[in-house]
């Protein structure tokens, strides 16, 4: 960002990450996978589900984005995006790597129910531990968390985190719900 100073750093930022994430997990885990069809059939049945989940979640997520584009043009549409992107950051780069650690430990709990219990009942109360206060902050002081994140510019646009910050436990919650789908196949 700092040589470049414009997009194109966020561009190469990205393709960073994920190329520097893909070579190191071949650093930590030296299994290559490789393509077969032995086990098709168990595969569609556990994850046939997952392709219309994620066309659903895809028209959800986008959905938004056509009806404020249609209602209030591209700086309206920028702006709610930006607004949007960062409402949703806390999710994104806090929570969700959290939880994605209690899926591996929920699947070895799946044989005791109540142990199961136990463990998906404490991380689902951990995650609602942090997303709770995030969200009240980003509800409560929106105006101050967006002149720090986006300066002043963009004050007029911050009620919008507000809303979206209400979003923050729903969103946790789909996420528990969808790791309890996938433990149990």
Not at 94 to 110: G, N
């Amino acid at each position: 960002a700092l040589t470049l100073q414009n997009y194109w750093a966020l561009v190469a930022g990205r393709a960073v990450g994920t190329f520097s994430g893909l070579i190191g997990s071949y650093f930590i885990y030296s299994y290559r996978p490789k393509f077969q069809l032995t086990n098709a059939k168990e595969q569609w049945k556990f994850s046939g589900w997952m392709i219309p989940q994620s066309m659903f979640g895809y028209v959800r997520t986008q959905l938004d984005s056509f009806l404020v584009s249609s209602s209030f043009g591209l700086v309206g549409l920028g702006s709610y995006n930006t607004i949007k992107y960062i409402s949703f950051m806390p999710n994104a780069y806090l929570l969700l790597p959290i939880t994605q650690t209690f899926l591996v430990e929920l699947v070895k709990a799946k044989v005791d129910k109540h142990y199961f219990n136990k463990q998906y009942n404490a991380s689902f109360i951990l995650i609602m531990l942090i997303a709770a206060p995030v969200t009240s902050i980003m509800y409560l002081h929106h105006d101050l968390v967006t002149l720090l994140i986006l300066g002043p510019n963009w004050l007029e646009y911050s009620y919008l985190m507000s809303l979206f910050s209400l979003l923050i436990p729903a969103a946790m919650v789909f996420q528990q719900a969808c790791r309890l789908l996938l433990v149990y196949g």
